[in-house]
């Protein structure tokens, strides 16, 4: 078949083939990250409070469109059909997973815009009740329909694992998606050189405290409470990097206590396991939207003293311009004086003599014509002035064209 034979909504085979890429990478990535997350389930093999997936899912579909939505279906569906589940089972929950992405990033973009970098306080908390609060619902309760139906697991378990899991996507959506979002804008404005320096101080300081936190390395009598220890760099991150600082905090101090948490290590150590997920993921969830509502502050911050800083350089721009306008009508003014002085002195001289009998009588005919002349070049000099001001005026339009210039410099040189 040719190319003229191919239907006219036949997306060109390179297009087609980018876009093929992106549903298989974003399921390979679905896939690990949902496998990452399964191996940390206590309660149930399919449920787990820790599901990084939701976020990937959640920023995939922001950034690259709803049309990427079967990329998060077949990773969730080939993650949850190596879980011990009948493939039904794992169709719905793949589903529910699915649905989920896509309607959070719809009601983000119903209610933030097309902006997804979380750069304004509505849209941090768009994320945190919308995504996070709102589309979360969708995947718990068609997982666990789907668990309960398939058999999987009794329905006395429903109201458990459903609060289980939409825990745990709804810190997916909190800890990961920002991650996403922000450094995605970033990769656009990449960081200033001199900040690089602090950039890697802010990151080993973080990434040391965390591990002295949370991974148990100060003595029992001294180790509870020191979680919030983390405030002080979440804040270094907001203030200094915005989001992407923030982000960048939450997700380290989010990887060192959970896995800390796991060996039973850390300020959220408990005797259960999924106790301490429970607790320790409720902290990372007010640590991670208390992050992202100071760095959306910033962000809007730095915006308004841009605009302050640009509205200043124009009104600068605008007096240098009414200062220059006013010097050139003083230039101007002193020029048309002196132009319509010029033939005023010379019928005003003509005219005393004239009075006086001081010129010879063959000699006034010459005098008349003087005066005649320059007051036609006075009259002439008025008439340029009033075509000027209605030129200003938006009166009168200048007509463009070639002129004949020997004829013009004869003019000026008789005038």
């Not at 085979?13 to 990535?29: D, G, I």
Request: with cysteine; aromatic share 8%; net charge neutral.
């Amino acid at each position: 078949m040719s190319t003229s034979d191919m239907p006219a909504f036949a997306p060109p085979p390179r297009r087609r083939a980018a876009y093929l890429f992106q549903v298989a990478a974003l399921a390979v990535v679905y896939f690990l990250a949902a496998k990452l997350g399964l191996s940390a389930a206590f309660v149930a093999e399919q449920v787990t409070a820790v599901w990084p997936p939701t976020g990937i899912a959640l920023a995939a579909v922001l950034l690259a469109g709803f049309r990427v939505w079967p990329g998060v279906w077949l990773g969730a569906f080939v993650a949850n059909a190596t879980a011990n589940e009948p493939l039904l089972v794992a169709a719905g929950i793949a589903t529910g997973n699915t649905l989920e992405a896509v309607a959070g990033a719809w009601l983000l973009r119903r209610v933030s815009g097309p902006d997804h970098s979380l750069q304004t306080v509505r849209g941090v908390l768009a994320l945190a009740v919308l995504a996070a609060g709102v589309s979360t619902i969708v995947s718990a309760t068609i997982g666990n329909l789907s668990l309960c139906l398939g058999g999987v697991h009794p329905w006395s378990r429903f109201t458990s694992l459903w609060k289980i899991w939409w825990l745990g996507d709804a810190m997916g959506d909190l800890l990961v998606a920002p991650a996403l979002l922000a450094w995605s804008s970033r990769l656009q404005r990449p960081l200033r050189p001199e900040k690089f320096g602090e950039f890697g101080a802010f990151a080993f300081s973080t990434l040391a405290a965390s591990v002295i936190i949370f991974a148990g390395l100060l003595p029992a009598t001294i180790n509870r409470s020191l979680e919030y220890l983390v405030f002080p760099f979440l804040i270094w991150g907001a203030l200094r990097f915005r989001q992407v600082g923030s982000t960048f905090a939450t997700l380290m101090v989010a990887a060192v206590a959970i896995v800390s948490t796991l060996y039973g290590r850390g300020p959220f150590a408990q005797p259960e396991v999924q106790t301490s997920l429970v607790l320790l993921l409720v902290f990372l969830g007010a640590s991670a939207l208390t992050g992202l509502t100071l760095g959306a502050m910033m962000a809007e911050r730095r915006r308004v003293e841009d605009e302050r800083l640009e509205l200043l350089a124009r009104a600068q721009e605008a007096r240098a311009a009414a200062e220059e306008a006013v010097r050139q009508r003083d230039e101007l003014v002193a020029t048309v004086s002196h132009d319509l002085r010029t033939p005023l002195d010379a019928i005003l001289g003509w005219a005393v003599m004239l009075r006086q009998g001081m010129v010879a009588e063959e000699r006034a005919a010459h005098a008349l014509e003087t005066i005649e002349r320059n007051a036609l070049a006075q009259r002439q000099l008025i008439d340029d002035l009033r075509d000027i001001s209605r030129m200003l005026g938006g009166r009168m339009r200048l007509h463009l064209g070639p002129i004949n210039v020997k004829h013009l410099v004869e003019s000026v040189g008789e005038t």
